[in-house]
């Protein structure tokens, strides 16, 4: 391998490397899904009020 292309190489490895380390984290949602609507199938399968979704 040429010097440059491992001096590119080096050089795109650096820079992804700064870009990662720079980049904000991410904040997980923890606001609660909205309640599911009354349908006419939902109430017909399991009555009123239908079942709460799972929690994970």
């Known amino acids: 391998m040429s010097p440059f292309t491992s001096l590119t190489l080096a ?3 650096a820079l992804t490397l700064a870009a990662c380390a720079t980049a904000p984290a991410a904040t ?3 606001t609660p899904p909205p309640p599911r609507p ?4 939902t109430q017909l399968e ?3 009020p239908p ?6």
Request: positive net charge.
């Open 46 to 48: 399991y009555g009123a």
């Open 51 to 56: 079942p709460r979704a799972p929690r994970y």
């Open 38 to 41: 009354y349908d006419a199938k």
């Open 28 to 30: 997980p949602d923890l």
């Open 11 to 13: 050089g795109l490895l």
